[in-house]
């Protein structure tokens, strides 16, 4: 079984395992965020993880009628499968940015966040509740946004064609979970450091729950574990590898932080209530951004 199989599978049964302890009735009635956390990321990544098993689907090996042929290129009928999921996370994150930018759907939006307990109410949603404006006046960073956002999904499906036709499948799913990786380990090395080193937050002005110390220890843990993941498999060397996931790393705390600027402009927590504990698809791959488009333009003038 090939090693990008192995480690879907893995991946799944640890999630799962995950999910059915904190749905235990004690955990879940102590820990009922990281219960909701542990569901959303089930959710998602069942359906990253279906797509991607069922694009891994091969038409079989045709052979002449008197002499086996060189086996060639394998063919993948249903790689659609897998590029329409990038494309819906697309038209749902775009959905989530439009509904910002329009005043009457982002006033329900709000009092839809307040009345589940997820959005304060504050002077900025006040005034922003009372626009006379159809739509918002956008600025550079709604069109900045916007655009990197647009630019992720194209990388996204630029760079499973090229893992596809260079036959490196587990590069997309380093690329993935080395991103991933940083979100949580930056929040565990956080809750347990931070505050200890510096007084001042990371950007307290955009972020005020991020620490320095969780972005520093959280991207050196996420980078060496995403590396040992990196040598499993890519074909890249170790130091590559290393490199990479620290990059990766990096660039997904710089994405986080666009995205908070982003909402924090816009006077709201969260960009959707989608995905229970996380909040909208925007909240979900913020911290893939920036990273997956420079890794595709890396990957693919360098590959």
Known sequence: MATDTLFVIGLMMVVSLTWGILAIPHFRKRLPTIYLIARSWWLMLAALCVCYMIAKITNNTQ????????????????QWLLITFFILIGLRGSYEIKRLWCIDSKSRFIRKLQARGLQSTSITDEKNLQSTNSYARLNLLDLFFSFIFILLIISLVALQQLTWQREQYGVLLFVLFAS???DIAQYLCGRLLGGKLFKRGLAPNISPNKSIEGAIFGSIFAALLASLLGIWLTPFSWWVCLLAAYGLAVSGIAGDL???AFKRQHGVKDTGTLL????GVLDRIDSLLIGVPLFTLFYWLLG
């Open 258 to 260: 666009l995205e908070s």
């Open 180 to 182: 991933q990786f940083n």
């Open 63 to 78: 052979y002449s009628q008197y002499v086996q042929l060189q086996p060639q290129s394998p063919s993948y009928p249903y």
């Open 276 to 279: 229970a504990g996380h909040g």
